[in-house]
């Protein structure tokens, strides 16, 4: 049997970008498992004042959602293979940033995705990452030479 590769898909949440990779990867049948953080906006804002009780201050109810977010994404992270990390157009994504951080420092191979208009801004991320992507096919580019070594054909 062959290795299934794991990949972490953090960043950008207002966009399709990670079914577009999915369903790309899929056509291929690549062996790739992904996975992400929670998605749901709202869940993900809620998660830690619904279950372990409301905040009147503004901090704290973001500081028990952002450690309950913690527990996933700290755990997907350390067991994948691969992090791609997706910068968006819209909104300043801290989250994205040290998710990439986080990402560089547990030694995985990181792959950022953003338009090129944020090459100045991100060059700092780009430099720790393994390679920078401008479009979803990129990647799956990328997901299949280094599963298969096959190249696109042109």
């Not at 191979?109 to 090459?119: T, Y």
């Not at 801004?121 to 280094?146: F, G, N, T």
Request: proline fraction near 4%; aromatic fraction near 8%; charge should be neutral.
């Amino acid at each position: 049997m062959s290795k299934v590769w794991q990949v972490y898909l953090s960043g950008e949440i207002h966009t399709d970008w990670r079914e577009q990779i999915e369903s790309m990867t899929k056509a291929k049948n690549l062996p790739v498992h992904f996975t992400h953080p929670v998605t749901n906006h709202e869940n993900s804002d809620n998660c830690g004042a619904t279950i372990l009780g409301n905040e009147d201050k503004p901090f704290w109810f973001d500081h028990k959602g952002g450690k309950v977010n913690a527990i996933r994404t700290r755990t997907l992270m350390r067991d994948a293979d691969i992090v791609v990390v997706r910068f968006g157009d819209k909104y300043k994504q801290w989250n994205a940033a040290f998710d990439a951080g986080y990402a560089a420092a547990l030694g995985k191979s990181l792959i950022i995705l953003h338009a090129p208009e944020h090459r100045h801004a991100l060059k700092e991320v780009d430099a720790a990452a393994l390679a920078v992507a401008e479009k979803p096919e990129q990647i799956v580019q990328i997901l299949d030479y280094v599963i298969t070594g096959s190249l696109p054909v042109k």
